[in-house]
C-alpha cells in the first residue's frame, strides 16, 4: 500500500540572495492511510513550515513531497488548490472571519465541495459544533467568543468536511484540558471511523498518546521517531 504522504531528502529555504536561509534539511517521513502522526520539538524547529508543505499552504522547493499520490514539488498555484480540496487544516491563530458566525464560518469547510447540498451543510455544520461545545454558540460572532471557544470554532470547520488528511498546528494550545482531550478524541474517532490521516503539531504532552507515531524536529532536521502502532492502524490497513 503507497503511503498517503511521503517526504523523501525534503530541503526548504527562506528569502534570497545573502538573506537566504534553510530551514529544513533533508527531511524524510512516510505517513500511512489512517495514522496519527504527533510532530514535537521547540518552537523555531521547522514543523510549522513543514504542515504548511503537506498542506499545500506553500510550494515545495527541493525533494520529493507526494500527498495523495501528486507530487507538490515545484507543482503551481492550482494544482495546490486542487491539494488544499483534500485536507482539512487547524491553525495555530484560529483564522476566523470576524464578520461571520460561528456556524457559517464552519460552514465555509464546506462550499467547496459542490456535491453537497446546502440543508446538508447546515445539518453537518451545526452537529460539528454541538460536537466541540457549542450548540449554544452558533450564531456568536468571534469577538464575542473566548479564545478556547474561537479554537473550537476553527477545529469544527477542519472537522465538518470530513478530510482525507487532516493537519493541525497546535490545536489544544488555547484549550482547558478536558475541551482538549474531547477536541483530539473527536480527531481520533474520525481517523478510526473515516481512515481520515492526522498530522499534529503540538506541544501539549497530556495529548501524547493518541499518536501511532510521534516525530521529532529539531533544528530543521527530523531527529528521532518513535513508533507505536495500534490495532486500530492494523485494522484501517485491512480494510483498505
Do not use: W
Not at 98 to 112: D, F, I, Y
Amino acid at each position: 500500500m503507497l503511503p498517503i504522504i511521503s517526504i523523501k531528502n525534503l530541503n526548504h529555504y527562506f528569502g534570497n540572495g545573502q538573506l537566504r536561509r534553510q530551514v529544513l534539511f533533508n527531511i524524510n517521513l512516510e505517513i500511512n492511510i489512517g495514522e496519527i502522526i504527533i510532530m514535537t520539538g521547540p518552537s523555531g524547529s521547522g514543523k510549522t513550515t513543514l504542515l504548511t508543505l503537506v498542506g499545500g499552504l506553500r510550494s515545495a522547493q527541493s525533494g520529493t513531497l507526494q500527498v495523495l499520490g501528486k507530487e507538490l514539488c515545484g507543482t503551481n498555484a492550482e494544482q495546490l488548490v486542487q491539494t488544499r480540496r483534500h485536507n482539512g487544516y487547524i491553525f495555530q491563530a484560529h483564522n476566523l472571519h470576524r464578520s461571520l458566525t460561528a456556524l457559517q464560518n464552519v460552514k465555509m469547510g464546506l462550499e467547496l465541495h459542490q456535491h453537497i447540498n446546502l440543508p446538508e451543510i447546515h445539518n453537518r455544520s451545526t452537529q460539528i459544533l454541538e460536537q466541540v461545545g457549542l450548540g449554544h454558540r452558533l450564531y456568536y460572532y468571534p469577538d464575542k467568543l473566548s479564545g478556547g471557544q474561537k479554537q473550537r470554532v476553527a477545529i469544527a470547520r477542519a472537522l465538518v468536511s470530513h478530510p482525507q488528511i487532516l493537519l493541525a498546528d497546535e490545536p489544544t494550545a488555547a484549550l482547558d484540558s478536558q475541551s482538549g482531550r474531547e477536541v483530539v478524541n473527536l480527531m481520533q474517532k474520525l481517523a478510526q471511523e473515516k481512515g481520515c490521516t492526522i498530522l499534529m503539531v503540538t506541544h501539549d504532552h497530556r495529548i501524547l498518546d493518541i499518536a501511532d507515531r510521534i516525530v521529532h524536529m529539531e533544528d530543521g532536521k527530523l531527529i528521532t521517531e518513535e513508533s507505536k502502532i495500534s490495532n486500530r492502524l492494523q485494522g484501517i490497513v485491512h480494510k483498505h
